[in-house]
């Protein structure tokens, strides 16, 4: 039997994470986000559904909980004599690099269709090959995304399908508690070890007491576009939406602005979170504004290839409380090389050196872990 896997720890979980095995064989393979929340398990699903990138479904019955400990997980994840993490799971990289160049087409590309007022907002990504032929020990990899991120959703996979990706993300795509469903407006990016020095002259105490006036127009105005177009969304579900914030919160080694919105259901069989995250996937947090036209601007003009980056990935079930997080701060493992993804939201004042180091500072989170 060859298992696919795959391990998540919670945000603020403490030493506890959850693994997940399944026959590789088993595994669904969803081709359409229709299909959503019609089975329950762990979803890990890309940017855009292709044949290549099909969103998968771990629907095993069997989960284990286990303390932090690389010798618990790696005597869970061998169970049975199981390889999945030995490094000749690893395929060798034969994908594209992604350049300076390619990056500057592509920032150009999408500044003139902001110009032309054709969009808003679009989301550039880009990617990093980092080679590395030494044997990879993806466990240590999660455990240090674990230690590096308490308040981050930190998720290490590996199928044949989806190849072998870790993730380190801040951001919930949706939550349901009881009948409580949870999502976020996350956007704006600053550097934490400016923030803080910041902080330090004004005798602020915690980031999160950061007043939103210290923030740029630009960061304010990008957070402000994802906050309205998730209370639209939400507003196609729900009568009553009480949104909180937006509050400076930590991710890694950068601060975001964060708002949080909360709405209520009589029964929580009534509305299926399949339902909203297919109103909700992808958010101008990963996409842009309007949704339509800048998903086919990055479709058809982007040169990075994202794959599961910017999807989402976590639990859902259709009876009970589901975690989806969106797929952010991440890097698929190869044999012989690492590849991170990151990206940042253009708007008509992005400045391209600006976005550049941004990127490059969402990707040490991925870069701390190797």
């Not at 990093?128 to 993806?138: A, E, P, S």
């Not at 579900?237 to 975001?256: K, M, Q, R």
């Not at 939201?345 to 872990?369: H, P, V, Y």
């Amino acid at each position: 039997m060859k298992d696919a896997f795959v391990i998540y720890r919670y945000p603020s979980a403490g030493n506890k994470c959850v693994i997940v095995k399944q026959d590789e064989s088993s595994l669904k393979k969803l081709h359409s986000f229709s299909e959503l929340g019609k089975a329950d398990g762990f979803v890990f699903a890309p940017f855009c559904i292709t044949e290549d990138t099909p969103a998968v479904l771990f629907d095993s019955p069997i989960r284990r909980v286990t303390e932090l400990d690389y010798d618990n997980i790696l005597r869970e994840v061998m169970y049975n004599g199981n390889s999945c993490v030995l490094n000749e799971r690893l395929k060798p990289y034969n994908g594209k690099l992604y350049d300076r160049k390619s990056y500057e087409e592509d920032f150009n590309c999408f500044k003139a269709a902001i110009r032309e007022k054709r969009i808003d907002k679009a989301v550039l990504s880009r990617s990093l090959v980092l080679k590395d032929d030494n044997k990879k020990n993806v466990i240590r990899m999660f455990l240090k995304a674990c230690e590096n991120n308490s308040d981050s959703y930190i998720v290490l996979i590996s199928s044949d399908q989806t190849g072998v990706w870790l993730v380190a993300t801040p951001e919930v795509l949706l939550e349901r508690c009881g009948n409580v469903f949870h999502t976020i407006a996350l956007a704006g990016t600053m550097d934490k070890r400016l923030v803080i020095s910041d902080n330090e002259s004004k005798a602020i105490g915690k980031i999160s007491d950061i007043d939103i006036s210290c923030w740029s127009n630009k960061n304010i105005g990008e957070q402000q576009y994802v906050s309205s177009y998730i209370k639209k969304r939400l507003s196609n579900f729900f009568s009553d939406i009480e949104e909180l914030g937006p509050t400076t919160i930590s991710a890694g080694n950068v601060v975001h602005l964060r708002s949080d919105f909360f709405a209520e259901v009589d029964s929580i069989s009534r509305i299926s979170p399949g339902d909203i995250v297919r109103q909700l996937h992808p958010t101008p947090a990963v996409c842009g504004v309007p949704a339509g036209e800048s998903y086919s601007l990055i479709n058809s003009k982007e040169h990075n290839d994202r794959r599961y980056y910017s999807g989402f990935c976590g639990v859902v079930d259709t009876d009970g409380d589901s975690h989806l997080f969106v797929t952010l701060r991440c890097m698929e493992i190869f044999s012989d090389c690492y590849k991170l993804y990151a990206g940042g939201g253009i708007l008509a004042e992005s400045n391209m050196e600006e976005e550049w180091r941004e990127t490059e500072l969402k990707m040490k989170t991925m870069m701390d872990c190797i």
